[in-house]
């Protein structure tokens, strides 16, 4: 009877090996690939707490992004000091690319505006004010621009009051302006290269027209309005430092090689000039170098 037995069950376990050794492999692969998904779904846990797929949720998400941020920017505005003093860093960063911008496309010999100026143009929009938005997002603060499309979406969803809104827009209004204003004094006082070229980018602005400026400033605040879009969507939804820089610098350098108008920016030029030609004693309007 013990023979039969071994006779019957050791082909059959012979046989089993190979099956078995499938089976375990196919165990491990699935564990493998569930713990791969469990990683990449905690990636998706973001704003308020909830998971959001990265993908699935598509346009919805990212307006709930908006609506999420803007609400709490305009609750920011119940703190005005702390608020003033993230808008000023603000607008430091914005007068750094402003800086930054002027000192290389805008000191290439041909202003980037005259016809031909193509590559200064690219030069220009390429470095400077990419940076400034990237700076923004990542350190927290608070600027103006971003804060009207941010309060824009808070009201259209009853998820701010207007007092809260105008509140929040005043306050980051007057911290950009302080904040270029210390890199332009900064700039002027230490004589940097970037002084002369953004004097020459002033004078080019004070020559549009008010209706040339109002249209530039619409086509500006647009594109900034979408790197600050894509920007907070990327870091929601996983991004790495690499997707928050490309969805920040196709749009915001858009804007600058298109010559189009951003008040933020403008502060930064329009005090260099103005620091720049009271040091010298010229006249205030003759900003010629």
């Not at 690219?122 to 938005?133: E, N, Q, T, V, W």
């Not at 827009?169 to 940097?192: E, K, N, S």
């Not at 020459?200 to 400033?217: E, P």
């Amino acid at each position: 009877m013990r023979s039969w037995r071994m006779r019957v069950h050791r082909p059959t376990l012979i046989m089993g090996l190979p099956q078995r050794a499938l089976v375990l492999a196919l165990l491990s692969l699935t564990s493998a690939l569930r713990v791969q998904n469990e990683e990449e779904s905690s990636t998706s846990q973001r704003l308020s707490g909830k998971v959001i797929g990265p993908l699935a949720q598509g346009r919805d998400a990212i307006f709930e992004f908006m609506e999420d941020a803007g609400a709490q920017a305009c609750t920011d505005a119940r703190r005005p000091l702390k608020l003033f003093a993230r808008s000023t860093i603000a607008g430091i960063c914005v007068g750094c690319g402003g800086l930054l911008c002027s000192s290389v496309g805008g000191d290439m010999g041909i202003p980037f505006w005259a016809p031909g100026g193509g590559l200064q143009r690219l030069a220009f929009g390429a470095i400077g004010f990419p940076l400034s938005i990237l700076m923004v997002s990542l350190s927290g603060a608070s600027a103006f621009t971003a804060n009207l499309a941010l309060a824009a979406n808070a009201l259209r969803k009853g998820r701010a009051t207007v007092r809260n809104a105008l509140a929040l827009l005043g306050i980051t209004y007057a911290g950009c302006f302080t904040g270029a204003g210390i890199v332009a004094g900064v700039a002027v006082a230490g004589d940097l290269p970037g002084c002369v070229p953004a004097t020459a980018i002033a004078a080019h602005k004070l020559k549009l027209s008010a209706l040339q400026t109002f249209v530039r400033g619409i086509g500006g605040g647009w594109l900034i309005s979408c790197a600050v879009t894509f920007a907070i969507s990327a870091m929601k939804m996983g991004g790495n430092i690499i997707d928050i820089i490309v969805a920040i610098w196709f749009p915001i350098s858009t804007y600058v090689i298109s010559d189009f108008e951003h008040c933020l920016a403008n502060f930064f030029f329009m005090l260099t000039a103005l620091f720049r030609q009271n040091a010298r004693g010229d006249d205030l309007f003759n900003l010629k170098d």
